[in-house]
Structure formats: C-alpha cells, structure tokens
C-alpha cells in the first residue's frame, strides 16, 4: 500500500491551492484520512481530517479557509486551500487509517509530503 501526495507549489499570499492524496495497493477499506503539515523548526500539526463517512476536523488556524473531501470508490482525498497565508508554508502530508486486504486489520500509512511555499 502507497499513499502519494501530490499539488504542493508556491503560490502567492491570497492564492490557492488544491493537494490530492492517493492510495493505492491491496486496499480492503480505509478509514480516517488526514492531512498534516510540518514546517521548519516546528511540529507536526493536523490541518483537516475527514472520516469514511464524511465527517470532518479542521486545524483552528485553517478553519473557513481549507476544506477537505475524499472519493472513498476511488481512495482519494483532496485538500483545497483558499486564501493562503505566508504561514501555511510547510510540507503537507497525508494519513489513512488504511486495511490492507493481507493484513485484515488498520495500519497507519502516511504520504512522501509535498511543499507548500506561500511568499510574494
């Protein structure tokens, strides 16, 4: 199972981005999928989750900007982000709560990441 990352680039403040998540393999079912970001010197923070279902999470300082969507026939997720701030600079990385059919029980699968560079 793979999980690939894919849209990061450098946009100017105010602009948009859309990152896509792909997983692929063996997949039996995913559960929880998320998107999180690191940027330099700093922790790894969860910007938006989504369940299978649909319900979704958002960090604090990307709520009303970021949405988050996932295509469960296709193991997809997206991230469109909107309005975009010089401190949203980071490297952006998806997680699935992933059951792989050799496995029959949930493992946690993250993406490579792709930069995100918000600067004029």
């Known amino acids: 199972v793979q999980l690939q990352a894919s849209g990061g680039g450098l946009v100017e403040p105010g602009g948009s981005l859309r990152l896509s998540c792909a997983a692929s393999g063996s997949i039996l079912s995913i559960n929880d999928m998320g998107w999180y970001r690191q940027a330099p010197g700093k922790q790894r923070e969860l910007v938006a989750s989504i369940t299978r279902g649909g319900r979704t999470k958002y960090g604090d300082s990307v709520k009303g900007r970021f949405t988050i969507s996932r295509d469960n026939a296709k193991n997809t997720m997206s991230l469109q982000m909107n309005r975009l701030k010089p401190e949203d600079t980071a490297v952006y990385y998806c997680?699935?709560?992933?059951?792989?059919?050799?496995?029959?029980?949930?493992?946690?699968?993250w993406g490579q990441g792709t930069q995100v560079t918000v600067s004029s």
């Open positions: 997680n699935a709560g992933v059951i792989p059919i050799r496995l029959g029980y949930e493992y946690d699968y």
